[in-house]
């Protein structure tokens, strides 16, 4: 079944209640595995507009996303492509919308994440 992007978003921008938290993370996902240019959009419009608490959900899922180490997965940032670095460079830079949702996240001490390194990209 093809949703509307619009109908997608605005299914995540709810807040997740009791018994919907698999239907906001299986949102999440349908956004995470979008052509890059739609998925980065989706990504803009969350951090934007998504509560505290929906995005310290959707952090993690995010990470894993972009550089995961499973083969076919992920966002491919360690083996060559034909599309353009600079979009990458412009969504994970210090202005893109990556950096904004740390700076958000970051802001309630309370919140903590692991991610190991061991998925981090070699070069």
């Known amino acids: 079944m093809i949703r ?5 978003f605005n299914a995540q921008k709810q807040s997740p209640r009791v018994g919907q938290e698999a239907l906001f993370l299986e949102q999440i996902h349908i956004s995470l595995q979008k052509p890059f240019p739609e998925r980065c959009e ?3 419009r969350m951090i934007n507009e998504l509560s505290i608490k929906d995005l310290h959900v959707f952090y993690p899922h995010l990470l894993a996303s972009i550089f995961s180490v499973i083969p076919n997965k992920g966002w491919a940032l360690h083996t060559p492509h034909s599309r353009s670095l600079e979009g990458f460079r412009r969504f994970l830079g210090p202005h893109g919308p990556v950096w904004s949702l740390v700076e958000k996240l970051d ?3 309370f919140l903590r994440y692991e991610f190991p390194i061991t998925c981090l990209p070699v070069s």
């Open 107 to 109: 802001r309630d001490s």
């Open 4 to 8: 509307n992007r619009v109908e997608d």
């Open 42 to 44: 989706d990504v803009r």
